[in-house]
Antibody, heavy 120, light 108 residues
Framework: EVQLVESGGGLVQPGGSLRLSCAAS????????MHWVRQAPGKGPVCLSR????????SHADSVKGRFTISRDNAKNTLYLQMNSLRAEDTAVYYC?????????????WGQGTMVTVSS | SYVLTQPPSVSVAPGKTARITCVEN??????VHWYQQKPGQAPVLVIY???DRPSGIPERFSGSNSGDTATLTISRVEAGDEADYYC???????????FGGGTKLTVL
């Protein structure tokens, strides 16, 4: 079964750090672009970060640039999101998603999400 | 920056056709993807590259894209189609993936 499973969310104080993980199974992980998408309560999804199949190229949204870093370990079939200098507005459900299509820009497989709460 | 405008809500009776729009200047020159999201669940891709359907998505779901408007059409609407729907594009010029604000589909 094709599956993505996120972990690493939780409650963190403002200014703190978290590392999210996304374990992939059931498909050739190293062949796909991967993305992190977050969704604040009651809001729509927002794409945060993207990484190409071999990890040599990344892109981050302006709202997290310099604070968040996407990476991957293809030997472990795992995607990561290192989040530093967390703010209250980073509170959201964080999803990893597989990029599909010529440019990997359609998200055909999503994880179940992991909740990140930034609060003192 | 690219902003995709969707109506906040659309209501339709069972068995009828629902149309959800996604508007932006010259969106027809972009590839549009559509997602369905039910409460407490992750989004599900229902249409990609304007009008293609992933395996497992009913033929009742279709898409079109031209000019300034992309449209998701759901024919013979069922109660189980009630959900939030989001359009999404990749803006190559800024290298940003953009989602629309979402449309809540209510089945009367």
């Amino acid at each position: 079964e094709v599956q993505l499973v996120e972990s690493g969310g939780g409650l963190v104080q403002p200014g703190g750090s978290l590392r999210l993980s996304c374990a992939a199974s059931g498909f050739a992980f190293s062949s796909f672009w991967m993305h992190w998408v977050r969704q604040a309560p009651g809001k729509g999804p927002v794409c945060l970060s993207r990484i190409n199949s071999d990890g040599s190229g990344t892109s981050h949204a302006d709202s997290v640039k310099g604070r968040f870093t996407i990476s991957r370990d293809n030997a472990k079939n795992t995607l990561y999101l290192q989040m530093n200098s967390l703010r209250a507005e980073d509170t959201a459900v964080y999803y990893c998603a597989r990029g599909f299509g010529v440019y990997g820009d359609a998200f055909d497989i999503w994880g179940q999400g992991t909740m990140v709460t930034v609060s003192s | 920056s690219y902003v995709l405008t969707q109506p906040p809500s659309v209501s339709v009776a069972p068995g009828k056709t629902a149309r959800i729009t996604c508007v932006e200047n010259n969106i027809g020159s972009y590839s549009v993807h559509w997602y369905q999201q039910k409460p407490g669940q992750a989004p599900v891709l229902v249409i990609y590259y304007d009008s293609d359907r992933p395996s497992g998505i009913p033929e009742r779901f279709s898409g079109s894209n031209s000019g300034d408007t992309a449209t998701l059409t759901i024919s013979r609407v069922e109660a189980g189609d009630e959900a939030d729907y989001y359009c999404q594009v990749w803006d190559r010029s800024s290298d940003h993936v953009v989602f629309g604000g979402g449309t809540k589909l209510t089945v009367l």
